[in-house]
């Protein structure tokens, strides 16, 4: 099976870029969030606003790495996908009548294929660093998974480079059946 990085479509410059969500008390959600993992507490009702003017998409990215996703289109994603495996979290976008839900991956998966993955000149993260919360994580230029390792998983954060946000050729394929806008699909496999 082939899968796919999903990467935001920045060749389109008339879209919209939006900010980074803040919960009901107006504090900031910590950057990276949605990437670990991990349950939002559903009753922490989030919004956001538009940073950049522009188009509208169905799949955009966010803030610092959040993705949103227009609610129908997240409906029929999470239809395709097991039970536990994403999370829509509610966002309401100041001036937006349509609604949106931010795509929290629950799914993570130990899959990089480390001999042909491109690394930066220093493969993973170090103390020496300075940044204790990266320590051990992966410094990746390009991406590669071991197909194998990732059999069994349609939608999935990649393990020690949880920014990575990697889907099955099928879950790509109903992305562009469903007329997907604002991203792009590099193979990773």
């Known amino acids: 099976m082939n899968f796919y990085k999903i990467g935001i479509e920045f060749g389109n410059s008339d879209r919209w870029f939006l900010d980074q969500p803040v919960d009901e008390s107006g504090q900031e959600v910590v950057a990276g969030r949605f990437s670990l993992g991990r349950q939002w507490d559903a009753s922490n009702r989030l919004r956001s606003w538009i940073r950049n003017p522009g ?8 803030g610092l790495g ?23 979290v509610p966002v309401a976008i100041d001036g937006i009548e349509e609604p949106y839900e931010i795509l929290n991956v629950l799914d993570i998966v ?3 294929d480390e001999a042909r993955t491109g690394f930066s000149m220093f493969p993973r993260w170090t103390e ?24 069994g998983h349609d939608l999935f954060r990649v393990k020690g480079w949880l920014v990575g ?8 394929d109903l992305l562009i059946e469903l007329g997907v806008t ?8």
Not at 130 to 144: A, C, E, F, S
Not at 182 to 189: D, M
Request: glycine letters at 8%; a positive charge.
């Open 128 to 151: 020496e660093d300075g940044r204790p919360d990266k320590v051990g994580d992966y410094r990746i230029d390009t991406l590669r998974i071991d197909p194998a390792r990732a059999a």
């Open 66 to 88: 959040d993705y949103f996703v227009k609610k129908t289109m997240m409906d029929m994603l999470i239809g395709s996908l097991p039970a536990g495996t994403v999370q829509a």
């Open 182 to 189: 604002g991203i792009r699909f590099t193979a990773v496999s």
């Open 110 to 112: 130990d899959c990089v």
């Open 55 to 62: 188009r509208p998409v169905a799949f955009s990215l966010g």
């Open 165 to 172: 946000l990697v889907c099955s050729e099928r879950i790509r």
